[in-house]
Nanobody
Framework: QVQLVESGGGLVQAGGSLRLSCAAS????????VGWFRQAPGKEREFVAS????????YYADSVKGRFTISRDNAKNTVYLQMNSLKPEDTAVYYC????????????????WGQGTQVTVSS
């Protein structure tokens, strides 16, 4: 069992930056893969980035590659999403998700989810 809480969202101008955090509690989190997803009103939830706790491999959606960076601090049971060069189309609720053995792009494969944090990018 893992509980996830996202934070760090807010309002930012286009071209600006935000850093999202996903804090975990419950079971030991260090062995879980973590993904970031986002969902805008009227749209499907989409993959943003993921990271494997064992090995430290990272994966990114093409739409955010080169702008977003996912990282982790296992001592703090926290995963981060650094978002730079933000665009209005990045506006969405951002969710973190965890799974013991999946770090891919499909939301349905992740077992645990946070409540989301709103990111709004103004033009």
């Amino acid at each position: 069992q893992v509980q996830l809480v996202e934070s760090g969202g807010g309002l930012v101008q286009a071209g600006g930056s935000l850093r999202l955090s996903c804090a975990a509690s419950g079971r030991t989190f260090s062995s879980y893969a973590v993904g970031w997803f986002r969902q805008a009103p009227g749209k499907e939830r989409e993959f943003v980035a993921s990271i494997t706790w064992s090995g430290g491999s990272t994966y990114y959606a093409d739409s955010v590659k080169g702008r977003f960076t996912i990282s982790r601090d296992n001592a703090k049971n926290t995963v981060y999403l650094q978002m730079n060069s933000l665009k209005p189309e990045d506006t969405a609720v951002y969710y973190c998700a965890a799974d013991p053995d999946y770090s891919g792009t499909y939301p349905v494969m992740y077992d645990y989810w946070g409540q989301g944090t709103q990111v709004t990018v103004s033009s």
